[in-house]
């Protein structure tokens, strides 16, 4: 097929996720009209908002570090109403000292605890002895990522470090980063998240969580300013690319064929073979994207909510448990409390990512082992009245060592990839998508302004 020439001024984005939005906001803002493409009804991708029962909630909890530069600034160039519903709140602050330490205010919002609970209070753990030899095997204490072997584990790189430090602090911070339990996980990926976070300021190993839903964070807002500059979003409306020329790129679904001058690929590395389809799949720069996908594992994360009657005292918006089964426990006391079940005043998640023997557990039962974990943290916890369990099987890919990714920008004549996979440093996170949105809207501009001075 060959595909007939493309509307110079308009572009696609296949995926509505965090990296899709960023690289349509990115082209938007650039005079291009943007049409986004999502299969779901929601934007957000594998960090969007969902509804059960009538209750937003997020598909996943996310946390978020201070040192992460693109995702704040999303949405700090957003009107200003959309700033005040968007801040975050700092948790507890420096990796060396989270357990039980004083928190630090964050983005200028409120502390985040203190270091005495109060009675009834969730508490977090204090550091395990022999914690302080963490800060001589840091990256940022004179350790270049780059010089760990490509092969080495977490487990591997820490090998030396007392086991109590290790299953107290760096166990802990690796599967929070990575999605990836350490005996799996790549020590260089991981290296370079604690040198980002622990080798520049302060605010850099600051916690932050989110204040509102993730769709409402990043990606409609994104969304609505795409629209302010002529672009939108369709919904539950898959396309696939089906053709690649030097003059445009062919995107169709049933009944629907249309010709634009670039496609941006923004899908989960999962979808990419079904959102490139057959013909653009067997070019060089989309089957070399398209095998390394195909060598990937998933991660998934589960969050349990628990809503509870009267308020629960926390120390911090996000604290650490005791991996039985729930590894973090966050604060949704910012979340959209109007949509609470009835009775419910306060509302709770607890976190367990990575792979492990809470798999094989019923939602029902992995809520009551939850629930149960909590009361015996902190006893006299108030009456439950509401709980579900939300599981995202493939929240990431599983960051292993040596594991191949694709770059994000161009794969072929007018077709562009996006995707936290696509990350060279970073690990999937948001952080991860946003950069990689980023860079595949430049991928865009650039061949355009290539192909301006190759007609000229």
């Known amino acids: 097929m060959t595909a007939p020439p493309g509307d110079r001024r308009r572009v696609a984005v296949i995926g509505a996720g965090w990296a899709g939005c960023t690289a349509a906001l990115e082209l938007a803002r650039r005079g291009l009209a943007v049409t986004v493409y999502e299969q779901a009804r929601m934007p957000g991708g594998r960090a969007r908002r969902v509804v059960v029962d009538g209750v937003a909630l997020d598909n996943g909890q996310h946390l978020l570090i201070g040192a992460y530069r693109r995702v704040p600034g999303r949405h700090r160039r957003g009107p200003r109403r959309r700033r005040r519903r968007a801040r975050v709140a700092a948790a507890a602050a420096r990796a060396a000292a989270w357990f039980g330490s004083p928190a630090r205010s964050g983005c200028g919002v409120a502390r985040a605890g203190a270091r005495h609970p109060p009675p009834g209070a969730v508490g977090a753990r204090r550091l395990a002895p022999g914690a302080p030899a963490l800060a001589a095997r840091l990256p940022g204490a004179g350790r270049d990522p780059a010089a760990i072997p490509a092969t080495a584990t977490v487990a591997d790189w820490f090998r030396d470090l007392p086991r109590a430090a290790f299953d107290g602090i760096v166990a802990p911070l690796c599967v929070a980063a990575l999605n990836t339990l350490p005996e799996e996980a790549s020590a260089r990926v991981f290296a370079k998240v604690l040198d980002t976070a622990l080798g520049g300021s302060r605010t850099d190993s600051d916690f932050l969580v989110p204040t509102t839903d993730l769709s409402s964070l990043l990606p409609e807002p994104a969304l609505r300013q795409v629209a302010a500059q002529g672009g939108q979003l369709r919904p539950a409306r898959p396309r696939r690319c089906v053709a690649s020329a030097p003059t445009a790129v062919t995107v169709d679904r049933p009944r629907d064929t249309r010709a634009l001058s670039d496609v941006v690929v923004a899908v989960g590395p999962h979808q990419l073979a079904q959102a490139l389809g057959a013909r653009p799949a067997d070019l060089p720069g989309c089957r070399a994207a398209l095998a390394m996908a195909g060598a990937f594992a998933y991660e998934p994360i589960v969050t349990v909510y628990l809503g509870f009657r009267a308020p629960v005292a926390m120390t911090a918006p996000v604290m650490r448990l005791d991996d039985r089964p729930g590894q973090w426990l966050f604060d949704r006391r910012g979340g959209s409390p109007t949509t609470w079940p009835a009775g419910t005043t306060t509302m709770l998640a607890v976190v367990i990512s990575a792979h492990g023997t809470h798999q094989r557990m019923e939602r029902e039962a992995l809520a009551a082992a939850v629930e149960a974990q909590l009361r015996r943290l902190a006893p006299g916890l ?9 599981t ?12 191949a990714r694709p770059a994000p920008g161009r794969l072929a004549p007018g077709i562009h990839l996006a995707g936290d996979y696509t990350d060279a440093e970073f690990p999937a ?15 865009v501009l650039e061949a355009r302004a290539a192909a301006d001075v190759r007609s000229a």
């Open 382 to 390: 108030p009456t439950v009245t509401w709980s579900r369990v939300i």
């Open 429 to 443: 996170t948001l952080e991860a998508a946003v950069r990689s949105g980023r860079a595949a809207a430049t991928g």
């Open 392 to 403: 995202e099987r493939r929240a990431t890919y599983a960051c292993t060592p040596g594991l």
